[in-house]
């Protein structure tokens, strides 16, 4: 049996997938509702999330934690693209957007996210469907999202209109997908190893299907599978359980039991019966190999035990495949993730090579290890170290009750959430011999997609067991009793500067600020300062360099026994910003200042950055968003070459690749190295007393050789200029239009200016004037937005937009985005978008404060400007006061249109000109 952390989220270097997990918080957080409202019964309990269900069929899962004060609310349908039919694949994801464009008594979704700051999406996988929002706590935020998700869940329009717009939105979106080597080889790969399954179908759809879905067969599926009794509901986070319960029941327990009969599905895929092989010829600049396997459905007890064979071969830096193909230069990256599910998945390992390489080399090495490895079991080390990621993962995602209704979607869609807790409790008892075992029964040559066929008198067919039922995968699971903890922290800003002791250990600024937090989590922020404007001119690449290499090998540790280190201490994230817990926190501060001041240099570590930098490089050259923002940059550029602030060319950070040096990186940290100065945020849970001298020891009296002053950028008026840059055979195209701004964070004007950027297009989600154009009303764009920026020490501000769309509606979007300007220059803003700008800032801006790991970046940004998070208060203040006229004013005051430059990239033989 599998949960999708194993399968999915197990040696990935390029997908990544978290669980989320919780605690129990209050007094009230840790019993179920009093009393439970008419015809609901309550179910299973496990670690603080417990089970009720309506009587028209409807799952809900609460899991009350006042730690944070924000909720999620999670609706998982169990419908996904495996349910489709002929002629209908990417309905469930179509229908996922189409979801967004409202219900009669919430008839514009998405203004209502941005008025209250949520966060949202929805997302679409192979056997389930699911929708979250994450808002600030409150009774009637939770209301609001509750009465919506009860009204769309069989009452949204699924319109005619909004599927016109959106089409062209969701084929935008597959056609960026087409611009990525990687997605379209897994998307190959995938149909190739299907005969008749329909997990041989990728998500996103045939365009075809796309295009042309007719509305009845959107609505006809809608009305059979978003019903109550195919639904899971969560709500999670800062709430009550009693009231929550009685609200629930009134609202979605409205909705009658629905009378029809779900699908049935009924289709086996067949034994593979010989190697398979495929080659996808398009225009690039990497070269990949994969192979994939056939392996048993997520219940199947083999799916667990084959994510460690993922793990062991395919992570970086301690994997085999890493050793083997990496280190000896033959692959600039390796990579093994699982995509599974209800029914039998695929297991994928591969390889990424430079042009003009050899990969069939690389192929061969690869299918060898991989069927091979059977022969040579996992090590004690590989299995404790791959057990300890994955326990440390879990135990993060435990921390975080934002993350459990998507990472419970997995779990509920192999059919019952628990089985995410079974999964779990089983990761100790693998043992190396069950994966050698298993993995000699799948990775094997007649299971293999990438051979060709061969006659063969003894085919060595894998069969692929039938899943055993989820009862008696639940029979002998026992519930574990939580015992995590932590406080109702308050983050506003009067309470972070009641609770933060603000000193200094040396040359370092010290914001540090204790709290209770559940699993005795605690963040860490080092913010470091190198050189000035004359000693670092001509330094090319070596900066970048120098910071990469830190982390490859010290005077105490290579590269994967620093990885084991770090892990050990559950270390998440980098050097100078990551999480541990209080009782790893010394450690890990020390484990950091050693990494910081003792890299060793390893030459082979330093060639093979050297080489993985430039295959990015060069993978990058045809890409419509780096080839257009490159330019756009390059236009704005005012500093000459060597200057830091210099804007390189992509041949000029080549031939900075390639001409550094070992030594000068050696130089370069013995000269610039120090963090004396430098800010250092500690939030969470530590003892102050202890942290201070600690700091002092270990960084207050480390300087750096060299003259250490801000790099302050300047205000110029550049010329503006309108390019469309050719990038061949590439489906999408990518829009960037910039502006500077003479702006500072302290200007009068910077408020009104943010407001008016958020309605414009910064606000995020699908809400603004710009998204409402380019993707609710003329569907040219999957995504875009705007970005106001402001100096913090100088005046170097900026406004810019950028958007993907296909190469033939770039220049519709250029239309659009000046017509927009244009409305809000001449007509102004109006006194409800100003009102719901309000509302939806401050919201995000109280969640922002809630998170400790942007909480403390926040108070080493701050030190650094010498001010505290009474500025944050005050600039929230002035930001509220904003008048309607103030609004607007400012907005035409900054913005002008006459001084936007545009840079489009995209294939110019699919371009047409706007009508």
């Keep these: 049996m599998s949960t999708s952390f194993l399968q999915r989220g197990a040696a990935a270097t390029m997908i990544v997938t978290g669980l989320g997990l919780g605690c129990i918080g209050p007094a009230w957080a840790q019993k179920a509702p009093d009393a439970l409202p008419k015809g609901v019964v309550q179910g299973p309990s496990v670690e603080g999330i417990t089970e009720y269900r309506l009587p028209n069929g409807l799952k809900v899962l609460l899991f009350p934690d006042s730690s944070r004060p924000t909720v999620t609310v999670n609706v998982t349908y169990l419908v996904g693209s495996r349910h489709e039919n ?15 464009k409202g219900s009669p008594k919430h008839r514009d979704i998405t203004t209502q996210f941005s008025d209250r700051g949520m966060q949202f999406n929805g997302t679409t996988s192979l056997d389930r469907t699911n929708y979250y929002e994450v808002f600030q706590a409150s009774p009637e935020n939770l209301q609001w999202a509750l009465e919506m998700e009860a009204d769309r869940m069989t009452h949204s329009f699924i319109a005619q209109k909004d599927l016109d717009s959106e089409m062209t939105v969701v084929r935008n979106e597959y056609e960026n997908g087409e611009n990525s080597p990687g997605s379209v080889l897994m998307k190959r790969m995938q149909s190739v190893a299907y005969d008749w399954h329909a997990y041989g179908r990728s998500t996103i759809g045939n365009k075809s299907d796309i295009e042309n879905v007719k509305i009845k067969n959107l609505q006809d599926f809608y009305h059979t599978y978003y019903q109550p009794d195919n639904a899971v509901l969560l709500v999670a986070g800062k709430f009550d359980p009693n009231q929550t319960l009685r609200s629930i029941s009134r609202l979605f327990g409205a909705i009658p039991k629905p009378k029809r009969t779900l699908p049935e599905f009924w289709t086996v895929e067949p034994t593979q019966d010989g190697e398979r092989s495929f080659t996808v010829r398009r225009q690039g600049d ?262 990469a290499m830190l982390t490859r090998g010290t005077t105490q540790y290579d590269r994967v026994q620093l990885a084991d280190a770090f892990e050990k201490l559950k270390v998440a994230g980098g050097i100078t910003h990551f999480q541990t817990t209080r009782e790893n926190l010394a450690a890990a501060l ?101 942290i201070v001298p600690l700091v002092d020891q270990l960084f207050g009296q480390w300087k750096a050789p060299m ?117 809000a220059l001449k007509d102004g803003f109006t006194a409800a978008e100003l009102a719901g700008a309000k509302s939806g800032l401050m ?46 004013a400012a907005f035409r005051k900054a913005i002008d249109p006459a001084k936007l430059s545009v840079v489009m990239a995209g294939d110019q033989s699919k371009a047409k000109p706007a009508h």
């Design 707 to 823: 003259h250490v002053a801000p790099v302050l950028r300047k205000h110029a008026e550049i010329a503006p200029i309108h390019q469309m840059l050719n990038t061949p055979d590439k489906e999408n195209g990518f829009y960037a239009a910039r502006m500077n701004l003479d702006l500072n964070v302290d200007d009068p004007d910077y408020p009104a200016l943010m407001l008016a950027d958020y309605i414009f297009g910064g606000g995020g989600g699908l809400k603004s004037r710009l998204l409402d154009r380019i993707r609710q009303k003329e569907g040219l764009s999957y995504g875009g937005g705007t970005q106001l920026a402001a100096g913090e020490r100088d005046r170097a501000g900026m406004f810019a937009v950028s958007a993907i769309a296909a190469p033939q509606n770039l220049a519709k979007v250029d239309v659009a985005v000046r017509e927009e300007l244009a409305r």
């Design 286 to 547: 990497v070269q990949i190999v994969a192979v994939g396997y056939k392996v048993p459905s997520g219940l199947h007890d083999d799916s667990d035990i084959l994510s460690f064979s993922s793990s062991i071969l395919g992570d970086v830096p301690t994997g085999r495949l890493h050793k083997l193909l990496v280190d000896s230069g033959k692959a600039s990256q390796v990579f093994a993730f699982g995509q599974t599910g209800y029914a039998p998945g695929l297991q994928f390992f591969g390889a990424v090579v430079k042009k003009g390489e050899p990969i069939e080399p690389v192929r061969a090495a690869l299918t060898e290890a991989v069927e091979d490895f059977s022969k040579h079991p996992p090590t004690a080390e590989e299995m404790e170290r791959t057990k300890r990621a994955y326990l440390n993962s879990i135990e993060r995602s435990l921390n975080d009750p934002a993350q459990v209704g998507v990472a419970l979607s997995e779990t509920i869609a192999l059919g019952d959430w628990r089985l995410f807790f079974v999964g779990r409790n089983k990761i100790e008892s693998i043992s190396a011999a069950q994966v050698a075992e298993a993995s000699g029964r799948y990775f094997k040559r007649d299971n293999r997609v990438t051979g060709t066929f061969l006659p063969d008198d003894a085919p060595q067919r894998a069969v692929i067991p039938p899943a055993p039922s989820v009862e008696s995968l639940l029979k002998d699971f026992k519930p574990q009793a939580s015992n995590l903890s932590a406080e109702d922290f308050e983050p506003s800003q009067a309470n972070i500067m009641k609770r933060t002791t603000l000193t200094t250990a040396g040359g370092v600024k010290l914001a540090l600020l204790p709290k209770k937090n559940r699993g005795q989590t605690v963040t860490v922020d080092l913010r470091q300062h190198f050189g000035d404007e004359q000693n670092l001119f001509g330094k090319g690449a070596v900066p970048g360099l120098t910071a």
């Design 590 to 690: 020390k484990l950091a200042a050693h990494v910081l001041k003792e890299p060793s240099f390893p030459a082979s570590e330093f060639e093979q950055l050297r080489q993985q930098s430039l295959v990015a490089l060069e993978a990058s050259r045809g890409e419509p968003p780096n080839v257009a923002s490159r330019a756009l940059n390059e236009h704005f550029d005012i500093y000459p070459k060597g200057d830091i602030r210099h804007e390189t060319t992509l041949d000029e950070d080549i031939a900075d690749l390639k001409s550094a040096t070992l030594d000068q990186v050696k130089a370069f940290h013995r000269d610039f190295y120090g963090t004396n100065p430098a800010e250092l945020a500690i939030v969470g849970d530590f003892d102050a007393k202890e």
């Design 86 to 100: 002929y002629g209908e694949t990417g309905m469930a994801h179509l229908l996922e957007h189409l979801m967004f």
């Design 843 to 888: 919201q995000q801006r109280i969640q922002n404060r809630a998170d400790d790991g942007t909480l403390a970046a926040g108070w080493t940004s701050y030190l650094y400007r010498d001010q505290t998070y009474e500025w944050s208060a005050d600039f929230e203040k002035r930001m509220m006061a904003v008048t309607l006229p103030q609004l607007n």
